[in-house]
């Protein structure tokens, strides 16, 4: 039965400001996404000083677990020497978020605190008394008072309800709309005389024919895995998940998802209590029960989704997917056997245009926050400045100038390929530095050659333009930089907390063991005993502000 839903409107999404055409030899996209939420393990490394002159500063960031040791980074002792300090690092890779509960229940916090949302606003709301308000502190930080007045929203992503600043986003200038792609093993298609699916009874036939035929041709008939996604997390829903099938039902999520919320036609819901995510779930539990799915997809850790799908030699094991490119996903090695797919329509002959995530990525928030105990102010505010200086920036994002990096002029950069010779571009940047959990601030009008993977990504999401166009950044958008009171915020964070602890259990179970129709209604209720609608109708509340 064809689906009968409402019209959207078909538009041209906005971009941020700044944003320009590029061409495949300048393409500027990021590797963000590809390693994001999902990603665990590493151990913390010392608090090894660097050894710059002037005050001492301690300073926790929260890294990659691919990325070196802070000490290990050129830009690291250039960052010292324009600040005149000296860096004691406390280094995190790992359960993060443990961690950071003890420390703010103690109130002992380090000068400064580093990674993209390491502190969040839901922290701000509970512990603000820990951290530095820098409103008043931007004569001191020329750089980041530049930044705010320069980037569009950024202002108002720094700055809370009301009107302090604890925390400095980074802007990043040139990434793309949409982070996730979608893809499918066209040389597995091709083998097994199978056309592209288009819609999800179509995908679902597919899959069947990777497990039951020898897709990849090996001789072995059940070493495939026809289909996969990133780990989900418990705090929300993110990149590379089966969120991106929402976009199927006309659905229009941001980030990835989150916590569920969303606005439609200027309306704000959250899906994990929408039927259209029961249909989401029912296709997924289908598709497990049938052995379809990767068997370990709810335990693995993100190395692991990203290791399976790297094959053996020439040999792949995956057969469709979602991921940043096709060779940050399956491998340069791999990755020519793979197409960038449109959305699937959720049935044949439906009336509700499809969507995609639309995704904010240039400008993200809270990378740096200050210690209001810290005895060292000025010397901390120099290092933030720092951070936002151009080169600085540059560097933070791609690694050290020599090695990842090229300065050809003041505002001519190049980068280079990995040195090493071996690893893919966007593993490279990773490993070399703090990349895009750093703070930084990527100029406008900068001229900067970026390596081939991120003209890969570009070329990758020719499919989705047509659907992340039917998305209405004013009505379809739940914007980025929305700030609510402390009381409001406690309320959210607190309902949150009770929501997530349910939803992200049931979607396992509902995924691995179904249930879906006998227990959707009595899993409904329990999220509105949870305080869901009280968290949708603050959203309403200044999303609607937001709106002026």
Known sequence: MARTTRSRRTRTPGQAHGRRTLTTTTVAVAASALVLAGCTGGDDDGGEATGGGGEELSVLVVKHPLTRAMTDMAWV???????????????????????????????????????????????????????????????????????????????????????????????????????TRQYINQQWLDNLGLAMPTTWDELYDVLVAFEEQDANGNGDPADEIPFDWSPVGTTGYGYFQPTALLGSLGLPITGGGGAGYFVEDGEVGNFLADERWKEVLTFLNRAYEAGLVNQDVI??????????????GDTAAVGFSWGWTASDRFGARLAPQYTSMAPLLAEEGQDEPLTWSYDFENLTANHVVVSAQSDAKDAALRVVDAFYDQDMSVQVLFGDFGTNVEKVDDD?????????????????????????????????????????????????????????????????????????????????????????????????????????????????????????????????????????
């Open 77 to 179: 002792a250039e960052l010292e020497e324009a600040a005149d300090v000296s860096i004691s690092w406390e280094e995190v890779t790992a359960d993060w978020d443990q961690k950071k509960s003890t420390m703010l229940a103690a109130g002992d916090t380090p000068d400064l605190i580093i990674g993209v949302n390491a502190i969040t606003d839901a922290d701000l709301a509970t512990f603000r008394t820990l951290f530095e308000d820098l409103s008043d502190d931007l004569d001191a930080m020329p750089n980041v008072r530049a930044m705010l007045e320069e980037v569009d929203g950024a202002k108002e992503m720094a700055t809370q309800a009301d009107g302090a600043v604890y925390a400095l986003p980074s802007w990043k200038e040139f990434w793309p709309q949409a982070i």
């Open 299 to 312: 335990t693995q850790d993100y190395s692991a989704y990203q290791s399976v799908a790297r094959g053996s």
């Open 412 to 548: 001519t950069y190049r980068v280079l390929p990995p040195a090493d010779g071996t690893s893919d571009p966007s593993s490279w940047k990773w490993t070399s530095t703090l990349a895009d959990f750093g703070p930084m601030w990527i100029r406008e009008g900068i001229d900067l050659s970026l390596p081939a993977d991120l003209a890969e990504a570009v070329e990758q999401s020719e499919p989705l333009e047509e659907a992340v166009a039917n998305v209405d950044p004013d009505e379809d958008v739940l914007p980025p930089y929305l700030k609510m009171s402390t009381e409001d915020l406690s309320t959210l964070a607190l309902n949150n907390s009770t929501i997530l602890n349910l939803t992200q259990t049931k979607f396992a179970e509902f995924v691995t063991a179904g249930g879906i129709e006998e227990g959707w209604d009595a899993y409904v209720a329990q999220l509105e005993a949870s305080g869901l609608q009280q968290n949708v109708d603050l959203y309403q509340k200044y999303y609607d502000e937001s709106q002026g």
